[in-house]
């Protein structure tokens, strides 16, 4: 994956803003932060979707993600923090080497997710919960 901007991060080929490193993951800061010290949770084996990475190491980048949380929002004197994955283009992926955001938030600082809450119809809350169930497909 010669072309891939975190594999040339996790490489070293391209600075980072390292915070944590073990031989799954990879954090470092977003150099275009919604908050100082957001930060990103890669796995070191190149994958574009989240949906290909091995449990175990899915697994690790939740772990690291929720704890770099806990430090950060302690370090900086925060109220929370989001955790974001974003899959595809449609959902907002732009780096195609699957990321975990970790956003730190305080109260009141000023950003909004912009989550909007559509009404089903009648049936169709059970009809696609159904359908999903059917489809998923889990090792
Ligand atoms: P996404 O939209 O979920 O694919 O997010 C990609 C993220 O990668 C964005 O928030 C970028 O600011 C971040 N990003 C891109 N290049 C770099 C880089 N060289 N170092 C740190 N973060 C980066
Ligand atoms: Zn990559």
């Given at each position: 994956?010669?072309?891939?901007?975190?594999?040339?991060?996790?490489?070293?080929?391209?600075?980072?803003?390292?915070?944590?490193?073990?031989?799954?993951?990879?954090?470092?800061?977003?150099?275009?932060?919604?908050?100082?010290?957001?930060?990103?949770?890669?796995?070191?084996?190149?994958?574009?979707?989240?949906?290909?990475?091995?449990?175990?190491?899915?697994?690790?980048?939740?772990?690291?993600?929720?704890?770099?949380?806990?430090?950060?929002?302690?370090?900086?004197?925060?109220?929370?923090?989001?955790?974001?994955?974003?899959d595809?283009?449609?959902?907002?992926?732009?780096?195609?080497?699957?990321?975990?955001?970790?956003?730190?938030?305080?109260?009141?600082?000023?950003?909004?997710?912009?989550?909007?809450?559509?009404?089903?119809?009648?049936?169709?809350m059970?009809?696609?919960?159904?359908?999903a169930a059917?489809?998923?497909?889990?090792d």
């Open positions: 994956m010669n072309n891939c901007i975190f594999c040339k991060i996790i490489n070293g080929e391209i600075p980072s803003a390292k915070i944590y490193e073990d031989e799954l993951v990879y954090a470092f800061l977003d150099i275009s932060p919604i908050n100082f010290g957001h930060t990103l949770v890669i796995p070191k084996e190149h994958h574009e979707s989240a949906s290909t990475i091995p449990e175990h190491i899915a697994g690790r980048m939740f772990h690291v993600a929720s704890r770099i949380g806990i430090a950060l929002k302690r370090e900086l004197d925060l109220d929370g923090y989001n955790l974001h994955l974003a595809g283009l449609a959902a907002g992926q732009v780096v195609m080497h699957a990321h975990l955001h970790v956003v730190p938030r305080g109260v009141e600082d000023d950003f909004h997710w912009n989550w909007r809450q559509l009404v089903y119809p009648e049936g169709k059970a009809e696609i919960a159904a359908a059917g489809r998923l497909k889990l």
